[in-house]
């Protein structure tokens, strides 16, 4: 009996040494127990809420709630401003720098909200869900007939949700290096840049992002004090390109040198942006001339009006 006891203990011991020793930093079986797996609950209590991580293997956290607003705790409180529907997600980093992510609607509307239907564009380059965006919510522009000179530009849309405004571009690769997004966050030309391009906006906000660097922008603020009413060319630089304003999908190919990308503008790099926002976007070519502009001037040759933008 002795004997037979030795001998399973051995065999165990030689079982145990087997698993430890076979088994590399590479083993999916290992690597599966450590990955990170988002979750959570929240408690709503009338615009207040409270998120619980419930996630497993996470070394760190980002929350977005839906309304801009961003927190790295484990376990934050939200304050919303507004009575209506918010999609909140939370984001895990774990072991390895695996990520995991949850998203959750959180219901606070009380049937008062007149808030518009909300979007959602996924960069994966395929721009078929662009078809499901609401048309109320929906701007869109292409280029005019009789346009002959500015014609890197052939199509533009924008929408927007809580954290984003996104866009879709289709031009002509070959005549353009930067993208100029002319923003006026206030529906207002009373304040902003007038420029040439369009009437009616006032633009507080310039991004110009270089094709190259995946339109990774420079914002500008537009020095209201300094600028003449609107009609000298003066900008303050609030975020480098560093920041990562813009993400895009890749560009995707067509014929005759057209790429088309889509891409989102992240709204907490803008300040008080309101619900309707006008824009323009202009295409500049190497040698810093404008090459594609939209929405086109009108044919006489005078300034076409801004997209209007519909913004929750």
Not at 41 to 61: G, I, L, P, Q, R
Not at 68 to 83: A, L, R, V
Not at 196 to 202: A, C, K, M, R, T
């Amino acid at each position: 009996m002795k004997n037979i006891n030795s001998l399973s203990k051995l065999i165990l011991l030689t079982i145990t040494s087997f698993i430890l020793f076979s088994c590399s930093d590479d083993d999916p079986v290992q690597i599966a127990l450590y990955l990170p797996v988002a979750n959570f609950s929240y408690e709503a209590f009338e615009k207040k809420v409270v998120f619980t991580d419930k996630s497993e293997n996470a070394d760190s956290y980002y929350w977005t709630f839906g309304d801009g607003e961003t927190s790295t705790e484990q376990n934050p409180t939200h304050f919303y401003k507004g009575n209506k529907k918010y999609s909140a997600e939370l984001t895990i980093r774990g072991e390895r720098g695996k990520t995991s992510s949850k998203k959750v609607t959180i219901d606070l509307s009380d049937g008062s909200s007149t808030d518009p239907e909300d979007v959602n564009i996924t960069l994966d380059g395929k721009f078929n869900d662009w078809l499901e965006v609401p048309a109320s919510m929906l701007a869109t522009s292409t280029i005019a007939a009789h346009v002959t000179d500015l014609v890197a530009l052939k199509e533009l849309k924008l929408c927007g949700n809580d954290d984003y405004v996104f866009f879709y571009m289709k031009a002509d690769k070959t005549k353009f290096m930067v993208a100029q997004f002319y923003i006026d966050k206030n529906n207002d030309a009373d304040t902003g840049f007038l420029g040439w391009y369009w009437s009616g906006i006032g633009s507080e906000f310039l991004l110009e992002g270089a094709k190259d660097d995946g339109l990774a922008p420079t914002v500008f603020e537009y020095d209201d004090e300094n600028g003449n009413g609107g009609t000298n060319w003066s900008w303050i630089e609030r975020h480098a390109p560093a920041a990562k304003t813009i993400e895009i999908s890749e560009f995707i190919e067509g014929e005759n040198d057209i790429v088309e990308v889509e891409g989102r503008i992240i709204r907490s790099y803008i300040p008080e942006l309101g619900r309707t926002v006008k824009m323009g976007v202009a295409l500049v070519g190497s040698d810093w001339s404008a090459s594609g502009l939209l929405p086109s001037k009108l044919e006489d040759g005078s300034l076409n009006n801004p997209l209007t933008v519909k913004l929750p």
